[in-house]
């Protein structure tokens, strides 16, 4: 990824396409990101200000050319809406600057990039034209393979309504009134929140208004594939229309590394390609300064169904110390492609991913973020095969079917549609994890007298008595959170689940009571002698799937805590909800992940070891990695197929393993960063 914000095309042009690729070759790698603009623009245009040291050249038509004489593809990047120079806009389109202020003030200016300050482009007024022209002379005039856009964000993170004198023209056509003025010093009234809202969901609109007819056009002249910046996997406000219309996008680099895989199910489950960062950006573009992590963070990316992309790529021209690591994992990944191209994760168990849009759902829903990471962070450490899915799957019964198990944690503003998507999928015979206030909310966030999917569930909720209410108001601290409050296991309780004669610790809870027909698996006790408040977990059969519902957000805890006990449960769930069927089991230590990819005829088990310094860091460098001897593994073989050949796809040599009653058995010697299982299948039909 050549960036056109830095060396070496800001301060100085720089740029050399031979040794750009070369340097690319030399890592493996085989597309290439470069810029049509930045601060300027590097290529001939009349559109935007060139670079002042462009001349003649002509950037993307040189990178074009040498790229594909070397068979590498081409990528070209737009920004749409992305912030310019404010002293060039000034100087040469003061007509296009976002204004958030009503009252004419200087637009805003941001040092991100450093150098000048940069500001924002109004994508109402007539940077719209002009930005339109942009792309068909990029996308119509240059034989790139694909395209990349930046932006379609009105205002580009300096205000949510912009002013602009086009702004407030075209407010007042559509609405016929004046653009709402911000409330300062007190509160909105209903009449001021409802036009300021309005006024906010008009420019969030301004990104699809303009992404629509330009895919269009692209789409009717070439088949090549459009792709999006959507940056965080927690942020899902983009405009549906754009979401919809790429074929793929980027999010920036992850928190850690379950934040990584976080995100990539939730274009795989759409059918999108994702890209992710290896690496990130830093304020020292000609040093490379990561190591270890660029092939921990670039197999993650692969092994979960994504692509990897690498930021500050010129800096391996100034600095090409960590370049063995990185050509070490492209090296793999294209041993991978050359072993099963069509290989990709295994639909097994999927999370469902509550984002920025969906409703806060009062107190209920205040942890929504860590109970989403803490319930995946189980399941990804206990290897439970799983990926996340964003809620608009629910609409999609045909996507839902997919997977075995749905796991929803805390997802308390579910609409009545979802509601019954989720029931449907347990009566034919899905397994459903789901925690505390699931369903308890529509999707305004609109408190519902009961849970929608209460009779799913198997409980029913109910208000505490004057006696329970003051014991649970004497057990309650901060107000809000439990204290010296626990789960613990019914006598019957499924061993695998819990070990009988311990208390797990308690978060925020739902007093629910089961069904007439259901029992508790465990309960939510208080206190020295333990006494019951109310049902803690709830296991029943509905129609031909399972339910496991479970009163209390443990899923937060493990988020903080990383209590083992906690992931015993969550992921003894999800088995027990798949009726003890899992795609694979593997005795490792919590830090190794994996993740089963397959095609047909073909089975590739990733294992990546994430153990040791740095584990619980964000965005941390690993400077070592503790190699993992003896891991044991049992894969479950289809049973029209048997096994060929299992092999390392590290170093190609096979591995010994034996076929039991319950698959294949096998142990990999050694887990140093990453490892691959390849299980060649032969069908057995006739």
């Given amino acids: ?69 070397a068979g590498m593809r081409v990528i070209v990047y737009i920004p ?115 036009a300021l809202a309005r006024a906010r969901d008009w420019n969030r609109a301004m990104g699809g208004e303009l992404f629509v007819p330009l895919a269009e056009w692209i789409r009717a002249r070439k088949q090549i594939p459009i792709l999006f910046n959507r940056n965080s996997p927690d942020d899902d406000r983009w405009d549906r229309r754009i979401l919809d219309g790429v074929d ?35 304020n020292w573009p000609r040093l490379s300064t990561f190591k270890r992590e660029l092939l921990l963070e670039a197999m993650a990316t692969r092994m979960s169904g994504g692509a990897n992309i690498i930021p500050g790529g010129p800096r391996y021209l100034w600095d090409a110390r960590d370049a063995p690591t990185l050509e070490r994992a492209f090296r793999h990944q294209r041993r991978l492609e050359q072993i099963a191209p069509r290989a990709a994760p295994v639909k097994f168990c999927a999370v469902l991913h509550s984002g920025q849009s969906v409703p806060v759902a009062e107190s209920e829903g205040a942890h929504r973020s860590w109970d989403l990471r803490g319930a995946f962070a189980a399941l990804q450490f206990g290897r439970v095969q799983c990926t996340t899915i964003p809620q608009e799957v629910l609409l999609n019964r045909d996507l839902v079917k997919e997977y075995q198990v749905l796991v929803l944690p805390n997802v308390a503003a579910l609409s009545h549609a979802a509601c019954q998507t989720i029931e449907e999928f347990v009566r034919a015979g899905g397994g459903l994890v789901a925690t505390y206030a699931t369903s308890l909310f529509d999707e305004n966030g609109n408190r519902r007298k009961h849970p929608g999917l209460e009779k799913v569930f198997g409980i029913s909720v109910r208000a ?77 059969d509905f129609g031909k799937g399972r339910v496991a519902y479970l009163a209390s957000e443990l899923e ?97 040599k096979p591995l010994k393993f034996r076929i039991t009653a319950r698959g294949l058995t096998l142990i990999v010697p050694v887990l140093t960063e990453y490892e691959a299982v390849v299980v060649k299948l032969r069908s057995t039909k006739r």
């Fill in 80 to 194: 749409v809406g992305h912030a310019l120079p404010s002293n060039l806009l000034k100087k040469h389109h003061p007509e296009w600057m976002y204004q958030p202020n009503p009252d004419d003030k200087e637009p805003p200016a941001s040092r991100v990039f450093a150098g000048d300050p940069i500001s924002a482009a109004c994508l109402n007024g007539p940077y719209a034209k002009t930005i339109t022209r942009i792309v068909r002379e990029v996308v119509g005039g240059y034989d790139l393979d694909a395209v990349y856009f930046d932006g379609f964000v009105q205002g580009w993170g300096f205000g949510t309504i912009c002013y602009c004198p086009c702004c407030r023209m075209k407010h007042a056509a559509r609405f016929g009134e004046p653009l709402p003025r911000p409330v300062q010093g007190r509160e909105a009234n209903a009449q001021e929140s409802k």
């Fill in 556 to 652: 937060y805890l493990y988020w903080q805590m990383r209590c083992p006990e906690i992931r015993k449960l969550f992921c003894g769930l999800a088995r027990w909800a798949a009726a003890g069927r899992l795609p694979y089991e593997i005795a490792a230590p919590e830090g190794v992940l994996a993740n089963l990819n397959a095609q047909p005829g073909i089975l590739v088990l990733h294992l990546l070891n994430v153990c040791g310094g740095g584990h619980e860091l964000p965005k941390a460098n690993r400077e070592s990695v503790c190699p993992i001897p003896d891991i044991h593994v049992r894969l479950e073989i289809p049973a029209d197929e048997q096994v060929q050949s299992v092999t390392s796809m590290t170093d190609g």
């Fill in 464 to 540: 505490p008595d004057s006696k329970l209410a003051a014991r649970i108001a004497q057990h309650t601290r901060w107000g809000k959170d439990p204290f010296d409050v626990y789960l613990q296991p019914a006598p019957e309780a499924p061993a695998h689940l819990m070990d009988r004669q311990r208390l797990l610790p308690a978060a925020r809870y739902l007093l629910v009571t089961p069904a007439k027909t259901e029992k508790a698996a465990a309960h939510l006790v208080t206190g020295t002698q333990l006494a019951r408040v109310g049902a803690g977990l709830v296991l029943k």
């Fill in 248 to 282: 793929g996008f980027l999010y920036e680099a992850g928190e850690d590394f379950l934040h990584r895989i976080q995100g990539i199910g939730l274009g795989v489950a759409r059918g999108q390609m994702v890209w992710q960062y290896v690496g990130r950006w830093d």
């Fill in 1 to 69: 990824m050549y960036d056109a914000y830095f060396p070496p095309f800001w301060p100085a042009l720089e740029f050399d396409a031979d040794r750009a690729v070369q340097s690319a070759k030399r890592l493996r790698a085989n597309t290439f990101r470069i810029g049509s603009l930045g601060k300027y623009a590097y290529y001939p245009t009349k559109q935007w200000v060139t670079h002042p040291q462009l001349g003649k050249r002509d950037v993307l038509k040189e990178m074009i050319s040498v790229a594909h004489a």
